[in-house]
């Protein structure tokens, strides 16, 4: 055969292909209706039964697309005669979930988290201090006052003070934030490190800056709660520092 008329051949070559699952594809689609609105919160998605006619698919992938929606907080399964699945708007527990699994999940480093609250909580106070109502500041006054006492257990005033910090952010009015405060502070306080430096001492700083925060958000003075926050978590964090820098030289000196 002349050279001209040679057909060349090439395999083909074709890259493997991600073929989404069932249950990603209608979990993604009722996902989507959802934070539409389409659904609004406490509306009952149809009935299993009624979902595998309406789909088409499997009651095993009808099953699996709303446990996904559990996981993610965007429905609740109920059983019994009267359960289903029962639509949950998104809020600051989602938020909150999920950073603690990316927080424990990466195991971040307590200076990792100690530094993101340095950048963002002097903010929660000032958006605190426009916001707050006689609720949020009753909150924080009381969760104040227990830290102030030096008779509590070290894991009661860890609590204290996690209920203070989260309560600026609940303060706020913004989910968001609420959110990620909360999964923020609770990680840092229940830290390893965080308990080796606290004593009467430590109590007593953290009982009167968080008096001087709470009386500017109090006082509607957002300027003050801002630089006020910022001292008091910028001093949290360099003490934390300075135990996890003197642990490290007794490790290596034992």
Avoid at 33 to 49: H, K
Avoid at 78 to 83: D, F, H, L, N, P
Wanted: one cysteine or more; aromatic letters at 4%.
């Amino acid at each position: 055969m002349p050279e001209s008329s040679a057909v060349a051949r090439h395999p083909v070559q074709l890259q493997p292909m991600q073929v989404p699952k069932a249950s990603d594809v209608l979990a993604n689609d009722l996902r989507e209706r959802i934070l539409r609105g389409e659904f609004p919160s406490g509306t009952a998605l149809p009935p299993e039964r009624e979902l595998v006619t309406q789909t088409r698919m499997s009651r095993t992938t009808v099953r699996e697309a709303l446990r996904i929606l559990e996981v993610q907080g965007l429905v609740t399964i109920k059983t019994g005669r009267s359960g289903g699945a029962f639509v949950q708007q998104p809020g600051g527990d989602s938020v909150a979930t999920s950073v603690n699994l990316l927080i424990r999940g990466q195991q971040l480093r307590l200076t990792d988290l100690l530094e993101t609250r340095e950048a963002i909580e002097p903010a929660c106070a000032a958006l605190a201090a426009k916001y707050r109502n006689d609720d949020d500041i009753e909150a924080l006054e009381a969760a104040n006052k227990t830290i102030g006492d030096l008779e509590i257990p070290l894991e009661r005033f860890l609590q204290a003070n996690v209920d203070w910090h989260i309560g600026v952010a609940v303060a706020s009015h913004n989910e968001l934030l609420t959110g990620f405060m909360s999964a923020l502070s609770t990680a840092i306080y229940s830290s390893t490190e965080n308990k080796a430096f606290v004593d009467d001492e430590v109590r007593r700083t953290t009982y009167r800056a968080h008096k001087t925060i709470t009386d500017a958000i109090k006082a509607g003075d957002s300027s003050a709660a801002t630089r006020r926050m910022s001292k008091h978590v910028h001093g949290y964090a360099e003490a934390v520092v300075q135990v996890e820098e003197r642990t490290e030289i007794d490790l290596r000196e034992a």
